[in-house]
């Protein structure tokens, strides 16, 4: 298994575009999860995806944030307009039902830079 | 809502000596409890686990937690310490009762002095 995919790894863009971060999960995982990692807050948990319907998003800091998942092995993050406080890793990772047990697994991450 | 302090944001050790990362949890229902590394421009990966059950815990690397819950704590430990072990490492606790993913400690970040 090729495990959690993210692209782009390193994104730097310029303050007011836009910018998406995508992730393509586990196969056979079931729920998806869009964590952002900064130096400040350290990791949290942006919103959560189970079976293709995002279940929570109390994480998601602003109306410029939102997410999608049109089918099991796609889901996108996207930033309209980014600002230079949205710089930071942004983190996808998926699991299975039996997540507890099995754990979550992550991806390399995407290293965003708003200048 | 459940939480999680690491004490110490940066723990060094000698190589050979053993290692100790502190972690404690609050929880309103009974925990998961998780510990994963992070090294360098890499995700997380997952170390151990605690879920039910026997409450020492062994997971890759030679690393081990004991769960603790009259301390409601989950320290990580490994008996020497490697080079390779230098890294951030993350303690979490599952948010509720089911899948729905996991709050983070802060990190701290080992380093193996030589």
């Known amino acids: 298994d090729a495990g959690v995919i993210q692209s782009p790894r390193h994104e730097v863009t310029e303050m007011g575009q836009e910018v998406t971060l995508r992730c393509k999960p586990i196969s056979g995982h079931n729920s998806l999860f869009w964590y952002r990692q900064t130096m400040m807050r350290g990791l949290e948990l942006l919103i959560y995806f189970n079976n293709n319907v995002p279940i929570d998003d109390s994480g998601m800091p602003e109306d410029r944030f939102s997410a999608k998942m049109p089918n099991a092995s796609f889901s996108t993050l996207k930033i309209q307009p980014s600002e230079p406080r949205d710089s930071a890793v942004y983190f996808c990772a998926s699991s299975s039902e039996g997540a507890l047990y099995y754990g979550y697994t992550f991806g390399s991450g995407t290293r965003l830079t708003v200048v | 809502a459940q939480s999680v302090t690491q004490l110490g944001s940066h723990v060094s050790v000698s190589e050979g000596a053993l290692v100790l990362l502190r972690c404690n949890y609050s929880?309103?229902?009974?925990?998961?409890l998780f510990w994963y590394v992070q090294y360098p421009n890499q995700g997380l990966q997952l170390l151990l686990k605690y879920t039910t059950g026997a409450t020492l815990v062994k997971g890759i690397n030679g690393f081990e937690a004991e769960f603790k819950k009259s301390e409601t704590s989950f320290h990580l430990t490994k008996p020497s310490a490697h080079m390779s072990d230098a890294a951030e490492y993350f303690c979490a606790v599952s948010r509720g009762g089911g899948a729905d993913g996991l709050t983070f400690g802060k990190g701290t970040h080992l380093i193996i002095q030589p």
């Open positions: 929880s309103s229902v009974p925990p998961y």
